[in-house]
Nanobody, 125 residues
Framework: QVRLEESGGGLVQAGGSLRVSCTSS????????VGWFRQTPGKGREFVAS??????FYADSVKGRFNISRDNTGTAVYLQMSSLKPEDTAVYYC????????????????????WGQGTSVTVSS
């Protein structure tokens, strides 16, 4: 069973940067797609970014500000967030599944089989 854990959330001022991490226990991410989603109270899970073995995709709202990357061991995926805005405030979740996805399907949270508990990011104005 794949267990995911997010870390690195916190409080940051608008314009600042933060890196959140998603680590896997039990299996590497090497042949998996890993996605970052975020959620605010009363709203559904919103796609942020994804990294499949062959491609990365970003939501338009974060393109140019966020960067998703994998570490060399294949057990961690990072989301580097820069130029943060108050509207980036949310609980950030990472999810994973074995296989690939397209620019469209990667945005569907239902495709992801494994999830972490989330890490909270608050951006103050």
């Amino acid at each position: 069973q794949v267990r995911l854990e997010e870390s690195g959330g916190g409080l940051v001022q608008a314009g600042g940067s933060l890196r959140v991490s998603c680590t896997s226990s039990g299996r590497t991410f090497s042949l998996n797609t890993v996605g970052w989603f975020r959620q605010t109270p009363g709203k559904g899970r919103e796609f942020v970014a994804s990294a499949s073995p062959s491609a990365t995709f970003y939501a338009d709202s974060v393109k140019g500000r966020f960067n998703i990357s994998r570490d060399n061991t294949g057990t961690a995926v990072y989301l580097q967030m820069s130029s943060l805005k108050p509207e980036d405030t949310a609980v950030y979740y990472c999810g994973s599944f074995a296989g690939y996805c397209t620019r469209i399907s990667c945005r569907d949270w239902r495709l992801y089989k494994n999830w972490g508990q989330g890490t909270s990011v608050t951006v103050s104005s």
